[in-house]
């Protein structure tokens, strides 16, 4: 893995969450979009290396719907920057870790993503991403 790559945050209200880390971080984001396979807008803060990837439910099937409901906003995943999702996939399944994506999906930010069940990493979804060429 070569560097958290951003850290997600499930917001009930993106405009006003825009505005919230707006003032904290004294950014503005640097990018929305909508990622219509997953029910969700988001929207992007760049830190350093790092970035902050506010994420607002589009309808309530999605994740992020599901996820504020059971546990409010706050911390819903940290995503790792890879330079081989597919080796590193592969790599993380003979670890005994547990895939949410057989093959990676095309996830926010131009990046092939896959998720690993929270259930085998001490209660933290995380994500894998790849920049996409
Ligand atoms: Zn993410």
């Given amino acids: 893995m070569l560097q958290v790559e951003h850290i997600g945050i499930a917001v009930k209200n ?3 969450s825009d505005n919230l880390f707006s003032k904290l971080l ?7 979009e909508e990622v219509e396979s997953e029910f969700v807008m988001t929207s992007f803060f760049k ?6 990837e506010l994420l ?13 409901e059971k ?20 790599r993380l399944k003979n670890e005994g870790f547990i ?3 057989e093959t990676p999906k095309l996830g926010a930010d131009n990046k092939l993503v896959c998720f690993l069940h929270p259930k ?13 060429q």
């Fill in 14 to 16: 993106l405009q006003e």
């Fill in 26 to 32: 004294n950014i503005s984001p640097y990018k929305h």
């Fill in 47 to 52: 830190i350093g290396t790092t970035k902050i």
């Fill in 56 to 68: 607002e439910a589009t309808n309530e099937n999605s994740a992020i719907a599901k996820f504020i």
């Fill in 71 to 90: 546990k409010g906003e706050g911390i819903h995943h940290i995503a790792y920057e890879v330079s081989d999702i597919l080796a590193e996939m592969q």
């Fill in 99 to 101: 895939l949410l994506q």
């Fill in 120 to 132: 085998s990493t001490n209660g933290v979804l995380i994500e894998l991403c790849q920049e996409r």
